[in-house]
């Protein structure tokens, strides 16, 4: 099917190689002209979804009911960002939308800097730089920045990374976690099967994990369930020593009671790449000296960011073509009445 009467939106400008494929598509293209640091705002969202037949958005824009009723002819939303959370898949699914996303190529990029928050917090990295450039250092010291271990060390006692979300980032962090000799325990209710039959971890408890791991590391998607799954209560549970990673979702966090824990040693500090409201920060956090604060750049390598761009790209040439998505997230949709009549095959799909 010819692309060239087809219309695509794009709500900031997306990674050359994916912007390479819209563009060579024949289809228009579309790139929202809000402030790069701004972002569309609601009414060029709905005015960009009006007039396009594929909407390609970012995990900072709500797409919304409203903004998936804006028009009926939309065939589909292609995010680029593994996360979808900003999207109400529900009401996509019950409109006839189908919705696709990244998965897989930010995995191995995403765990790398999992790990670079676990070695920045243990081992005061930032901390350190700023005492650097700041000029402070005048003389070695042995009691100078001490920070934590996260292999054995020279004591030989084994380390435990405790792993909440079994999926393929918290495996590939899992994995990672064998290089520092260190013992892995996983949480994931949703794939207990794939912990208890994984090689590079052993299933605990929630609560238990949170009371035997010297890192706890989140990478379970945010849903109704898993907000504030950590709150004061687990912080409560951890070891005063340990820190805690998020580079999944802010809202799985309750931000307001880790700047508590922070100031008040109820654990031993943070590294944090999301926020509860982001771009904001809960008052307080950027004080921490224990908390290493990252701006959502997980998968920012120039390679898995053009990755990422490239697949979102192929899937909203897949809805243009009203072909089946290859990364679509509500597969269900493809049966649904609402989406035969929006492709206007009705009983043909
Ligand atoms: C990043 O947070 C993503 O979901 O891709």
């Not at 052993?202 to 379970?220: G, K, Q």
Request: with cysteine; aromatic share 6%.
């Amino acid at each position: 099917m010819g692309l060239t009467d087809m219309r695509v939106f794009v709500t900031r400008k997306i990674p050359g190689p994916g912007m390479k494929i819209l563009e060579g598509s024949g289809a228009a293209v579309t790139v929202c002209q809000s402030r790069e640091d701004a972002g569309v705002t609601r009414e060029e969202l709905l005015a960009g979804v009006r007039s396009s037949d594929v909407l390609v958005p970012l995990l900072t824009e709500p797409i919304d009911r409203e903004v998936l009723a804006a028009n009926e002819r939309l065939l589909g939303v292609a995010q680029m960002a593994v996360g979808f959370n900003n999207i109400d898949v529900e009401a996509a699914t019950d409109l006839g939308v189908p919705v696709t996303n990244t998965p897989g190529v930010l995995t191995e990029t995403t765990a790398d800097c999992a790990w670079a928050l676990i070695l920045a917090s243990a081992r005061r990295v930032p901390q350190a730089h700023n005492y650097m450039v700041g000029g402070n250092y005048k003389l070695w010291g042995p009691n100078l920045l001490l920070g934590d271990d996260v292999g054995p060390g020279g004591s030989g006692i084994r380390k435990v990374l405790g792993v909440i979300g079994y999926g393929r980032i918290g495996q590939a962090v899992a994995k990672r976690a064998w290089g520092f000799d260190m013992d892995v325990l996983a949480f994931d209710p949703y794939n207990r099967d794939g912990v208890e039959s994984s090689e590079f971890a052993s299933w605990a408890d929630f609560d238990d994990l949170l009371e035997r791991s010297d890192f706890v590391t989140l990478h379970n998607l945010l849903t109704e369930e898993t907000h504030h799954l950590i709150g004061a209560a687990e912080l409560r549970k951890m070891k005063p020593t340990a820190h805690l990673i998020n580079a999944a979702r802010g809202p799985v966090v309750d931000e307001k009671a880790l700047v508590q824990a922070l100031q008040e040693g109820w654990i031993g500090g943070a590294g944090l790449d999301v926020y509860e409201d982001e771009p904001a920060m809960a008052p307080g956090l950027a004080e921490c000296e224990n908390a290493v604060l990252l701006p959502h750049v997980a998968s920012a390598t120039s390679d898995t960011r053009g990755l990422m761009a490239t697949m979102a790209a192929n899937n909203a040439i897949a809805h243009l073509r009203r072909e089946r998505a290859p990364n679509v997230v509500n597969p269900e949709v493809y049966e649904t009445e609402a989406y035969r009549n929006r492709i206007g095959t009705s009983g043909s799909a």
